[in-house]
């Protein structure tokens, strides 16, 4: 299963029951260094990929935060 939660309110985005190198995804075809930072074990067959929701990445932006 593969959890997106949002990095910086910790909401859950969206679940995937599936596999988190099933090709639709792409998250396979990311570089080692970018899983590592986009991507947690979470428990056995769960991973949670760490991204920005709709409703911080505005926030962020604005406020010059992008990087944190």
Same mark, same amino acid.
Not at 46 to 52: E, R, W
């Given at each position: 299963m593969v959890v997106y939660r949002c990095r910086h309110c910790q909401r859950v985005v969206g679940e995937y *029951? *599936?596999?988190w190198d099933d090709? &639709? &995804?792409g998250l396979s075809k990311l570089t080692a260094h +970018? !899983? !590592?930072e986009l991507m947690d074990d979470t428990g056995p067959d769960? %991973? !949670? %990929?760490?991204? &920005?929701c +709709?409703?911080?990445l505005p926030i962020l932006y604005t406020e010059r935060l992008w990087d944190n």
């Open positions: *029951g *599936g596999s090709p &639709l &995804l +970018e !899983q !590592q769960q %991973v !949670q %990929v760490n991204i &920005l +709709e409703t911080c």
